[in-house]
């Protein structure tokens, strides 16, 4: 579980299509990890928005080429869900 498989797991998530394993991985991840944290409420507020939140969030100016990148790469989504099942 590395930081591209937890961006893969946010935007299931944020779809209402991830598994409740997949979530449970993805909010041990960030736990650990504020990087991605801070990606994933960058992409909740993104999603469910909110305009104050969002002036106060710094958001890396190449995350939204990071996410097309990985949304792009649709056969991730299918590596992911594998190895999270892999997780015991
Ligand atoms: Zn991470």
Same mark, same amino acid.
């Given at each position: ?5 937890? @961006?893969?797991?946010?935007? $299931?998530?944020?779809? @209402?299509?991830?598994?409740? =394993? #997949? +979530? #449970? ?12 944290? +801070?990606?994933?409420?960058?992409? +909740?507020?993104? %999603?469910? @928005?909110?305009?104050?939140? $969002?002036?106060? &969030? =710094?958001?890396? %100016?190449?995350? #939204? %080429?990071?996410?097309?990148? $990985?949304? =792009?790469?649709?056969?991730?989504? &299918?590596? %992911? &869900?594998? $190895? ?5």
């Amino acid at each position: 579980m590395d930081c591209f498989d937890a @961006g893969i797991l946010m935007l $299931k998530e944020l779809e @209402g299509t991830s598994a409740e =394993r #997949e +979530r #449970e991985v993805l909010a041990a991840h960030l736990l650990t990890c504020p990087a991605c944290m +801070r990606h994933y409420k960058y992409l +909740r507020n993104a %999603v469910f @928005g909110d305009e104050n939140e $969002k002036l106060q &969030t =710094r958001i890396p %100016v190449d995350f #939204e %080429v990071q996410v097309m990148t $990985k949304i =792009r790469y649709v056969n991730a989504v &299918t590596v %992911v &869900t594998t $190895k999270v099942n892999k997780i015991k």
